[in-house]
């Protein structure tokens, strides 16, 4: 498989950068069992989508997936269940004709009306007074989800900076496999971090890798909150 600008990350790493609990990403990405009370039988669930790492060849997910299981944990959030987030999501797929809908900045207007659709085929319709106007969908897919994300002439995502209201840490699938990397120098984050713990020297750390001193500030910084 040719990973070249798809990114790569083992489910430890996508919880660790976007906070969702790595239990959670599995049975949204590889699906999961229950079993049925009535008859005690086991009942499969598929995935919300199929990513574009072949679960057979690589245990991980792609940039893309990182990005679209953020929207997944707000709509979760508020209540929302899978089996509606699958249906919206395929809608929303065939509209825009896009394979990461809920990334798209599209969504942001016209998720709303998907949703619905969705909650309404799926009989959730306590949920619909989260849809009843644009402003209240809007708390739920809040600016802060597309915050950082710069996207393409497509719509779609092309990196993502995930640090609040700062460019100096950027996720880019098309640098180092897609794992975060100082925008200045194009370092990785966790080789400066692991220079600056064994040296305790961030000037000569910045020297070390040929990258300015704030870029060592940003990276130390960033991995802290990583492991916090």
């Known amino acids: ?128 007074d989260l849809l009843k106007g644009q402003y209240a969908f809007q708390k739920i897919i809040e600016p802060s989800l597309y915050q950082g994300i710069e996207f393409g002439s497509d719509d779609t995502a092309l990196r993502w900076y995930p640090s609040p209201c700062s460019k100096a840490v950027v996720i880019d699938p098309q640098i180092a496999f897609g794992k975060p990397i100082v925008a200045e120098g194009q370092v990785r984050t966790s080789i400066l971090y692991a220079s600056f713990l064994a040296e305790n020297d961030r000037q000569f750390v910045a020297r070390l890798h040929e990258v300015p001193l704030a870029a060592v500030d940003a990276a130390i910084a960033f991995e802290e909150r990583l492991a916090a």
């Open 1 to 128: 498989m040719d990973l070249t600008g798809i990114g790569l990350y083992t489910f430890q790493e996508a919880s660790k950068l976007t906070g969702i609990p790595a239990r959670d990403l599995r049975r949204w990405l590889d699906g999961y069992a229950y079993r049925r009370k009535a008859d005690r039988s086991t009942v499969p669930v598929g995935p919300l989508w199929e990513r574009e790492l072949l679960p057979a060849e690589i245990d991980g997910m792609s940039f893309h997936d990182l990005l679209e299981v953020r929207f997944v944990r707000a709509f979760r959030q508020h209540g929302v269940s899978l089996q509606t987030i699958r249906l919206a999501s395929e809608k929303a797929r065939q509209l825009f004709d896009l394979t990461y809908p809920f990334t798209s900045r599209r969504f942001q207007t016209d998720g709303r009306t998907i949703f619905a659709s969705a909650i309404r085929e799926t009989g959730e319709v306590d949920l619909l």
